[in-house]
């Protein structure tokens, strides 16, 4: 009974052994995603409302170690609101008031991301992690399209905005070096001016002075869903190389079995 446990204890050993081994085979040297979902925006215009856009975009992120990754972030994120659509019953001002704005943005951000498990491509029992990320971002409209003038007449534009995206969301290895993802992005902003309208601002329509809230800054989500694929390196001992065997036809067996090579002139020689 003894000897079958020190036998049982020595094959978990070894197996454990050439397990954490295998793993450390495997280096993930980076990963490239794309993705898509639905985008909204909060602020002044139709607060009683959110209206869902879809937004698409890509990614790299550096994996730094099994846990923490740095995150290079692409995409394009349209965003409105429209006063008109409020319920009459709901909110008579803002019903009254009919602003709207229309703004398609592109989103550039850098995020620091965090396994909340170890996660290893191709290995079942680490094919799964939920991940935190945060960062900071820049917004650049591309397209713009309002309604709100000033009490001096003037259009305004859309700024350019700096924004602090919070992201989470959790990562499926499928096969191989392909994952799905789903993850939802939640971005504070430093602009009260995303919809035209910021809380100091007034417009005037049909004699009436329209306010906005006292919001504060503006904010918006989103949530997607992706496919990525992971850079891996794998090490692992070389191959040997091949032996070279003799062939009947090389030079080398030829020469074997011939004997050394007679001149013209031995023919004239005496024995």
């Known amino acids: ?28 040297k980076g990963e490239f995603g794309v993705f898509a979902g639905q985008a909204s925006y909060n602020g002044d215009l139709a607060p009683n409302l959110q209206f869902l856009s879809t937004n698409f975009g890509g990614f790299y992120k550096k994996q730094l170690n099994d846990y923490i990754g740095l995150r290079l ?68 409209p591309l397209k713009d399209t309002s309604n709100y003038q000033n009490l ?65 800054k503006d904010q918006f989500f989103s949530a997607k869903l992706g496919l990525s694929y992971n850079f891996l390196r794998i090490y692992g001992p070389e191959p040997r190389p091949k032996a070279k065997r003799d062939n009947l036809f090389s030079k080398q067996g030829q020469s074997s079995n011939k004997g050394p090579k007679k001149s013209l002139f031995s023919f004239f020689k005496r024995k």
């Open 73 to 140: 972030n692409y995409e394009i994120v349209p965003l409105a609101a429209f006063d008109s659509l409020t319920p009459n019953s709901i909110n008579y001002y803002v019903y009254e008031r009919k602003l709207f704005f229309r703004t398609t943005y592109q989103d550039i951000s850098l995020m620091t991301e965090f396994y909340f498990l170890k996660f290893i491509n191709g290995n079942k029992n680490y094919r799964f992690s939920p991940y935190l990320g945060f960062g900071v971002g820049y917004l650049s």
């Open 1 to 28: 009974m003894r000897k079958q446990f020190i036998y049982l204890f020595f094959l978990l050993f070894f197996t454990t052994s050439i397990q954490a081994q295998y793993l450390q085979l495997i280096e993930n």
């Open 152 to 216: 001096a007449g003037e259009f305004t534009q859309a700024p350019s905005i700096i924004t602090m995206p919070l992201n989470i969301g959790f990562k499926y290895n499928v096969v191989g070096s392909f994952n799905l993802f789903g993850e939802f992005t939640y971005r504070f902003t430093n602009s009260d001016q995303m919809d035209h309208f910021g809380d100091q601002d007034s417009y005037l329509k049909d004699g009436t002075n329209y306010q906005a809230s006292t919001s504060g």
